[in-house]
């Protein structure tokens, strides 16, 4: 064990740095997912074309920066604003026509709704954007790379992902967790997540609640899509990737639970690069595996409460 | 309707059986269509227990690939199918002895992981199943013969529907006896269920090993039918796709799955003729309308013609 | 009286010719029918629509000029697209509804390797003349005779070893190499190949990676820093679309390209998308000879004509599969020619369409291909340099290299790993003239 971390330390900490960026793109994706779940209840298959859609809209915007003659470094805010766009846009018309008529039927008729809703956008996304790849690299060349020492030689990193995901990530974190604990909105959130009957017995006005929450959950997932789109190329299907890896990371985590993301998200970016430095068959399974793991030994995810089952 | 359930079956097989002969390329579509239906009716009676599989393309991707590692050395159609049930049958098994332990959410990501875990090692392990290419498959005797195309093809969907008859009659039975009813027990109050002296998860467990028999058995005809199996029947777009026919159908009686199956698969061909690039945009619509306006589905919207034409 | 029955027994006669003779039997002395029907198997849907999509502009922007020439043999030509997104069963069952009940003429068949696998016994079955049009799997014609099938094309073999013996060329020293393709059939089969080739023509060389991350994965950070911490001399990838895209942008961004030369035998179709984003002087493969800068095709003024009427009628430069689509296209033209002219003005039938396809020669703007015994494509390889002009504002290459496809692509009847063995060192010096 100890001949194996001489060999293999640097290596290791390579893919700590690496999965780190990963992990915060994750993140940012499932822990929209899993606000909507707690508040609403409804798993929603449709958050992956949130990504997709945000991650389009961000190339778009910025290629309209860019073709205005705007300062380049006008590209960072554009990733901002084209998430808060999409999640505007997309998020109110979607729960209010759609989604509202759901709410008391069966989970399996909420899933499906949704399902119907991602196989639309996915075709609606072709229609907009087309099938050519679309890239948006503007705001991680802005950045530059750094440096990192190894074995005598140096690693370039961007700088973007080494210092720019993990730190929104982090502040993402940190804004929701503040907001959820110390405004009246937040709380009135949380107390919907708790125990909804309660809380509408007390007054609160769930349709706002709802509404408020599943357009911040699509901000969330279109932001996760518009800071990736530097560091990737957007064809069609990245929605459809995106959505079942976020459904493991809230399986893992717990349903509803904030920092359970984070942390899941962690690991399971971490354990991603780790496979692929040592064991690069598993790299695709180690979310799923990870996950199965998990709930084999703790069945209501790493930090969910065990339910009280119904009498 | 329920007394008239296997009236309608029979005139239903008429009808099949009438535009299989009429329309020589719609016999393929029919089988795959009957095929469906098994493996949804499979999904429908997890369905009746509250609980939605979200990763049960997995057992008919068992059922496939046993069938496209045999059939070159055992070419006989009468042997694998009951093959690649029991092996189909055997891996719900082992599955199912770890599943039942989780409910709702937890049961379709848990169903969705595993079914992921088998999708990337089919995609994985290039050497034995040569990836997403797939493997092609040997034609298969049929009790020792071995008929040309069109014959075979005869052969096939004749297979399908016996098997859609047997599996149907079986599966009414089982609904009726105990076990059956207890399922309806998991999904409004499972503590009564064991109050009662019915273990929950033998129930749940026994409609779960039933359901990977009706996958696999529909995985085996696939494979006969398509000659070719990729891994992509794994993945759980495919899974989705299941759970889609089974609303579409409705959940009534046990025709719905395969009333379901014909409509979606009719409905995807045409569509994909009409629009090639958009037929998911096509059926995502085709399933809200389902959902928002006529939530019994098919099988529904009969009942009330039905009932109608009676009145 | 007599009138009446006559067109009785003509209406029946006609109704039964209809539901019960099959129809290659009531095809013998065959009508020329109202219109040639055409069955396009492409991908409208997922990652490799980046293809697919220019391959159905093509198709539909050449019949409509085709059409508007009086069409093939004098009949007009109508495309029927199906897409290979939603998988091989959807594919074969629509594959059998174009040729079954909308009664095709003619199958395309198409992008993906396993589509083509599953097609092209399809093509024996149903005894249907298919073009496999863009796949590249030399499984194809290698694991049995296909007696409709054609590819008016190269495949992975030629499309693989050019860019090898381009690399031996240009760097005879390299000591090292990693390879990073996508894990799917093309990625697994091109690494054997090439592979099988390097230990024939330089052995010795050592392997100091093999990775084979995920097809369509979208991040390449993780292989890329293990990359530039293995410092191989070559990094040999076959990925194509959005994945090179995505993979040369981050590995330019962290200066990979400038410790390692890279070899990117389907670099072509990105090079648009990646724009000055590409550094220069890394190997550039294009699946064939038609590169936007040929300097000298055999009939430049159609060169010209083709790549100018593609870019003004959808505002893109064409990529290969739009030239692929274009090359099945010229040959089922010269095959109705070549059909018609030895039946002496008679339409044919499929035998007879599938006869005239068997050892055709059609040109292209830039050369002609031939089509082998066994169904296989000559096509010639082009491999150069990616270099910057003022013509174009992405990365074409400098430099080039065309070898004759005869003498890179396994014998007929021979399994491509077999032949790539008995390849000896120096075939680098022999093979490839410099344009």
């Known amino acids: 064990m100890i001949d194996w971390f001489h060999e293999n330390g640097l290596l290791l900490g390579l893919a700590l740095l690496d999965g780190l960026a990963y992990a915060a793109l994750v993140f940012m994706v499932a822990v929209g997912l899993n606000l909507v779940f707690g508040v609403l209840r409804i798993l929603n298959v449709a958050h992956g074309s949130f990504y997709a859609i945000g991650a389009y809209a961000a190339a778009s915007l910025s290629a309209f920066i860019a073709a205005q003659g705007l300062p380049p470094w006008a590209a960072l805010p554009a990733l901002l604003v084209a998430a808060a766009l999409v999640g505007a846009l997309l998020g109110p018309p979607i729960e209010a026509l759609l989604l509202r008529r759901i709410y008391s039927g069966e989970p399996v008729i909420q899933l499906l709704v949704t399902f119907a809703l991602f196989m639309i956008l996915e075709d609606a996304q072709k229609l907009i954007w087309g099938v050519q790849p679309v890239s948006n690299d503007g705001a991680m060349r802005l950045l530059g790379t750094v440096d990192v020492p190894f074995a005598g030689d140096v690693i370039p990193f961007t700088a973007y992902q080494l210092f720019l995901l993990p730190a929104v990530a982090l502040a993402t974190l940190a804004g929701l967790a503040w907001f959820l604990r110390r405004t009246l909105t937040g709380r009135v959130i949380v107390a919907v997540t708790t125990d909804r009957e309660a809380a509408t017995a007390m007054g609160i006005d769930a349709k706002r609640v709802f509404l408020l929450t599943f357009t911040a959950g699509a901000m969330l997932a279109a932001l996760g899509g518009a800071l990736a789109s530097p560091t990737t190329a957007l064809v069609p299907g990245i929605g459809a990737q995106t959505i079942v890896l976020s459904f493991a990371v809230i399986a893992t985590a717990g349903l509803g639970r904030i920092e359970g993301a984070a942390l899941t998200a962690l690991l399971i970016g971490l354990g991603r690069s780790v496979a692929v430095y040592f064991a690069p068959e598993l790299e695709v399974v180690m979310p799923y595996i990870i996950m199965v793991a998990v709930l084999l030994v703790r069945p209501q995810g790493l930090f969910g409460a065990a339910e009280a089952r119904r009498i | ?311 | 009286m007599t009138a009446e029955i006559t067109r009785r027994h003509a209406l029946l006669a006609a109704g039964f010719g209809g539901v019960l003779l099959p129809h290659t039997l009531s095809a013998q002395p065959v009508a020329k029918p109202a219109e040639l029907k055409v069955g396009i198997t492409t991908f409208l849907s997922g990652p490799a629509s980046v293809f697919g999509v220019p391959g159905r502009r093509a198709a539909e922007w050449l019949f409509d000029e085709i059409n508007r020439a009086g069409g093939i043999g004098g009949v007009p030509v109508r495309p029927f697209f199906v897409d290979e997104g939603p998988g091989t069963e959807h594919l074969v069952g629509e594959f059998r509804r174009l040729v079954q009940s909308e009664g095709v003429h003619v199958m395309f068949a198409s992008i993906s390797s396993g589509s083509c696998l599953a097609c092209t016994p399809l093509s024996d079955e149903l005894r249907k003349t298919t073009i496999l049009w863009d796949c590249g799997t030399q499984r194809s014609f290698e694991e049995g005779p296909h007696p409709f099938a054609f590819r008016t094309q190269g495949y992975g073999t030629p499309e693989v070893l050019a860019p090898l013996l381009y690399l031996l060329k240009h760097k005879p020293d390299f000591r090292s190499i990693a390879v990073l393709n996508q894990d799917y059939a093309w990625g697994r089969d091109s690494w054997e190949l090439w592979k099988t080739a390097m230990d024939a023509l330089k052995p010795g060389v050592r392997v100091v990676a093999e990775m084979f991350p995920r097809f369509n994965s979208t991040d390449f950070s993780t292989e890329i820093t293990r990359l530039l911490a293995l410092r191989p001399d070559v990094v040999l990838t076959t990925s194509w679309g959005g994945e090179l895209t995505t993979l040369i942008r981050q590995a330019t961004e962290r200066r990979l390209l400038e410790r390692s030369l890279f070899v990117m035998p389907v670099g072509e179709p990105s090079m648009p998308a990646l724009a000055r984003t590409m550094p220069a002087g890394h190997i550039i493969g294009a699946r064939g000879d038609h590169w936007i800068n040929h300097p000298a095709p055999r009939d430049r003024a159609a060169f010209d004509r083709f790549i100018e009427g593609y870019r003004t009628r959808f505002s893109e430069y064409p990529i290969y599969p739009v030239h692929h689509m274009a090359q099945a296209i010229w040959a089922l033209q010269a095959a109705y020619a070549k059909a018609i002219e030895a039946k002496s003005g008679g339409w044919p039938n499929d035998q007879e369409l599938a006869n005239a396809f068997r050892g055709l020669t059609f040109p292209t703007p830039t050369a002609s291909i031939t089509l082998r015994e066994d169904g296989q494509g000559l096509e010639e390889q082009i491999v150069g340099l990616s270099s910057f002009t003022e013509r174009f504002p992405y990365a074409v290459p400098e430099k080039m290299i065309r070898y004759p496809a005869a003498e890179i692509s396994a014998p007929v009847g021979q399994k491509s790993t077999d032949w790539l063995k008995t390849l000896r060192p120096g075939m680098e010096t022999r093979v490839g003239a410099a344009l």
């Open chain 2, 1 to 311: 309707m329920r007394r008239a359930e296997p009236l309608l079956a029979l005139a239903g097989a008429a009808a099949l059986v009438g535009i299989a002969y009429a329309a020589p390329w719609l016999r393929f579509v029919l089988t795959i269509a009957l095929a469906k239906g098994l493996a949804v009716l499979g999904i429908l009676l997890l369905l009746k227990a509250g609980q939605v599989s979200f990763g049960h393309a997995m057992y008919a991707a068992v059922g496939a690939y046993v069938v496209a590692f045999a059939a070159p050395g055992m070419g006989e159609a009468l042997v694998l199918l009951p093959l690649a049930t029991g092996i189909a049958g055997l891996l719900g098994l082992v599955v199912g002895l770890f599943i039942t332990r989780y409910r709702e959410i937890f049961f379709s990501m848990l169903n969705l992981a595993i079914s992921m875990v088998l999708y990337s090692m089919l995609e994985k392990f290039y050497a034995i199943t040569k990836g997403t290419d797939g493997i092609r498959v040997a034609p298969v005797t049929f009790a020792g013969l071995s008929p040309e195309r069109e014959s075979a093809e005869w052969a096939m969907f004749a297979i399908a529907l016996l098997l859609a008859f047997g599996f149907g009659i079986v599966a009414r039975l089982y609904l009726a006896s105990p076990m059956g009813q207890a399922l309806a027990g998991i999904k409004t109050r499972e503590t009564r269920l064991e109050f009662m002296g019915v273990p929950a998860r033998h129930v749940l467990l026994s409609a779960y090993v039933f359901s990977a028999v009706m996958a696999g058995a529909a995985g085996a005809i696939i494979a006969m039918t398509t000659r070719h199996v990729t891994p992509l029947l794994a993945y759980w777009t495919t899974s989705g796709e299941l759970v889609f026919i089974a609303i579409l159908g409705g959940a009534g009686g046990v025709l719905g799955p395969f009333l379901g199956a014909a409509a979606y698969e009719l409905i995807r061909v045409h569509a994909a003729a009409a629009f090639a690039d958009l037929w998911q945009l096509t059926l995502g619509i085709a399933l809200l309308l389902v959902i928002l306006f006529a939530p019994g589905g098919l099988w529904g919207v009969l009942a009330r013609l039905f009932r109608r034409v009676r009145a």
